[in-house]
Every structure is written in C-alpha cells, then in structure tokens.
C-alpha cells in the first residue's frame, strides 16, 4: 500500500525533475521538532478520539492484528499521508488556495474509509473522527510545511490502536 499512495508524488517529483519546489509542494521537507513534537500530540489526540468513538463497536467488529499488521498499518498510514497531506493537498492548494486543499483531501481521505462501512457496518462511529483527523493533519501539514508531522501523528494514532485491540 505504501508504493501505491505514494506513486503519484514520485511522478511528480519526477516530472519536475526533482526541483526543490516539487519537494516543497508535496510537503517533502524537513519539519522542526516543534512540529514532529506536535504530530505527536495530534497522534494521541487522535487515538483518544478514536478509542472513545470504538467504544460504540462490537469487540468481534474491531479484529487483531500481530506484529506484521501493525507494520502494515504503520505503512499505509505512511504512505495515505503522503498522498492525502503531500500530494494531493498540495496540488489543490497551488490551485484553489489554502482553505479548499485542507478541506478537499480531508473529504479525499474519508471516501477510502467509507469502505469500512461495507466490511463492517458498526465501524460507521469512525468515519467522523477520521475526518476530523483528516482535517487537523491538514492544518498540521500547512502550519508546518511539511508532511512528516501528519506521518508521525497517522502512524503514531494506528499503531497505537493496533496494540489497543490486540
């Protein structure tokens, strides 16, 4: 999964023939430990949030996952973060602006978990929480600058639920 959302950034970088700004666009810079340290606090935030929205499911809807799901879901979360807070949000920002590319690819990255709905219908109770959370990594990702505060803040809140419910 993290080749797969991260593809269209490598054939933008690519395109642009590695240009700094192509980095800049697709939040591929350094961010400063304030705001890894921030990215933190989010991913916690976040996995409370979650947590108490899980707590309206059923434990045989939630499943397991051992050390390989859990390097699974780190990867993904990785990898959505790319594409959603990198890739896509910086191409609509270079189009409609700040404000239309924080809201487009956090409405982006809920359509995707909308099929967790088809797997399991109790795991609705997440979908507002992950759009929040795509809202907040958004602002997370243009205060900063950079998208490795919105990784460290996506895989922090996935891994974290992972050992949760194993």
Do not use: K
């Not at 340290?37 to 991913?43: F, L």
């Not at 982006?108 to 709905?117: D, E, G, R």
């Amino acid at each position: 999964m993290l080749a797969i959302w991260c593809l269209p950034t490598l054939v933008d970088l690519t395109a642009r023939r590695g240009a700094p700004a192509a980095f800049r666009r697709n939040g591929l810079i350094a961010a400063g430990w304030w705001w890894i340290g921030w990215g933190v606090v989010a991913g916690l935030l976040g996995f409370l949030a979650g947590h108490v929205a899980a707590m309206n499911i059923p434990a045989s809807a939630l499943g397991s996952a051992g050390l390989g799901g859990l390097l699974g879901v780190a990867a993904a979360a990785a990898g959505e973060e790319i594409f959603f807070r990198g890739f896509l949000q910086g191409w609509l920002d270079s189009r409609w602006g700040v404000r239309a590319a924080v809201w487009g690819q956090a409405v982006a990255f809920l359509l995707p978990h909308l099929l967790l709905v088809l797997v399991e219908p109790a795991l609705w109770v997440l979908l507002p929480v992950q759009f929040l959370i795509g809202l907040a990594l958004g602002m997370l990702r243009w205060r900063s600058g950079s998208v490795w505060p919105a990784v460290v803040a996506h895989v922090l809140t996935n891994v974290t639920a992972g050992l949760l419910y194993q």
